[in-house]
């Protein structure tokens, strides 16, 4: 048990839902993040927010739209995806001390199947 | 492109045998630091090196960084079974604060 949880863990989906991943750490962390992870791919970095804000968007899809009410709570909502969207979704966070050795913990992930 | 490569892609050992896996990368770094993933879950932070460290110990893990090659390796030393495992190296980059960039990994699978 990291202290990242993530919800649902498993998400079947059509191509026309709307769904939402659920993030929350409960580190007291102030940096959260979302990660894609496919296979035979390099875990990939999503996004990046900072005490809420967001500080990186790496080139995602619109059809993939990150929120960060709080620090302890960031979601994933999806829409329209594309069955090449289909991965394994991590959570993560950190204690952001500017760049310096922040060690992030991961959530257990939510796997997604878009149909 | 790419920042972290491990090497190599899959590694299979005996129980008790060591097991050393090898990170490579491409730009200047603050620190590297090396995550272990079980099939499906989420990583789990192992050991973390710093860019002017040259080794590091942690119980039966052993961490090695040569920025003059911009490598590193991490050697599991009597390894058991329940090692198997994922692990991937992460490289904290000197511009791009809060940005781990992962490499592909190395899955590690100890035979009994």
């Known amino acids: 048990e990291t202290g990242v949880t993530q919800t649902p863990r498993h998400l079947v989906m059509g191509m026309t839902n709307k769904k939402s991943l659920k993030c929350e750490q409960h580190l007291g962390h102030n940096a959260m993040y979302w990660y894609k992870q496919s296979a035979k791919k390099p875990l990939e970095l999503m996004f990046v927010y900072n005490f809420k804000e967001q500080t990186e968007n790496n080139s995602v899809p619109s059809r993939f739209s990150p929120e960060c009410p709080n620090s302890s709570h960031l979601f994933l909502h999806l829409h329209t995806l594309q069955p090449e969207d289909s991965a394994l979704y991590l959570c993560?966070?950190?204690?952001?001390?500017?760049?310096?050795?922040?060690?992030?913990?991961f959530g257990p992930g939510t796997r997604l199947l878009v149909l | 492109s790419q920042q972290g490569e491990e090497d190599p892609q899959a590694l299979s050992i005996q129980e008790g045998e060591n097991a050393t896996m090898n990170c490579s990368y491409k730009t200047s770094i603050n620190n590297l630091q090396w995550y272990r993933q079980n099939s499906g879950r989420g990583l789990v932070h192992l050991i973390l090196i710093r860019s002017n460290e040259r080794e590091k110990h942690s119980g039966r893990l052993r961490v090695t960084l040569d920025t003059s090659k911009k490598s590193s390796s991490l050697l599991i030393t009597a390894s058991r079974a329940a090692d198997t495992a994922s692990y991937f190296c992460a490289t904290d980059m000197l511009q791009g604060a809060q940005k781990l960039v992962f490499g592909q990994g190395t899955r590690l699978t100890i035979n009994p």
């Open positions: 993560a966070s950190s204690q952001a001390r500017g760049g310096a050795e922040e060690t992030q913990y």
